[in-house]
C-alpha cells in the first residue's frame, strides 16, 4: 500500500490524500475508507475512493487514516 499527502499544511487550506494497492492478489474492485482523527482520537471527517480531501477547521494535529478491503476476500 502506498499512501500520498502532506505531512503537514496550514489552517485553510486543502489537502490532498491518495492510496494505491498494487501487488499479486489485489485486482478488482478494492474499497477505500478515509478518517481524520482530531488529537482526542475522535473522527472529524470520512471519504472513500482512492483519493481524499481534507480542510482543516481548525489548527491542531490530525491522523489520516486509510483502511482498505477487498469484499471478495483477494
Same mark, same amino acid.
Given at each position: 500500500?502506498?499512501?500520498?499527502?502532506? %505531512?503537514?499544511?496550514?489552517? /485553510?487550506?486543502?489537502?490532498? #490524500?491518495?492510496? *494505491?494497492? $498494487?501487488?499479486? +492478489?489485489?485486482?478488482?474492485?478494492?474499497?477505500a475508507?478515509?478518517h481524520?482523527?482530531?488529537?482526542?482520537? %475522535?473522527i472529524v471527517?470520512? /471519504?472513500?475512493?482512492?483519493? #481524499?480531501?481534507? *480542510?482543516? $477547521?481548525?489548527? +491542531?494535529?490530525?491522523?489520516?487514516?486509510?483502511?482498505?478491503?477487498?469484499?471478495?476476500?483477494?
Open positions: 500500500m502506498n499512501i500520498t499527502g502532506p %505531512a503537514s499544511g496550514v489552517n /485553510g487550506t486543502l489537502l490532498t #490524500f491518495g492510496g *494505491l494497492l $498494487a501487488g499479486a +492478489g489485489y485486482e478488482g474492485n478494492i474499497q475508507t478515509w481524520v482523527l482530531d488529537e482526542k482520537n %475522535a471527517a470520512t /471519504g472513500s475512493g482512492s483519493q #481524499f480531501l481534507y *480542510l482543516p $477547521a481548525a489548527p +491542531g494535529r490530525y491522523t489520516v487514516q486509510l483502511q482498505l478491503v477487498d469484499p471478495s476476500g483477494g
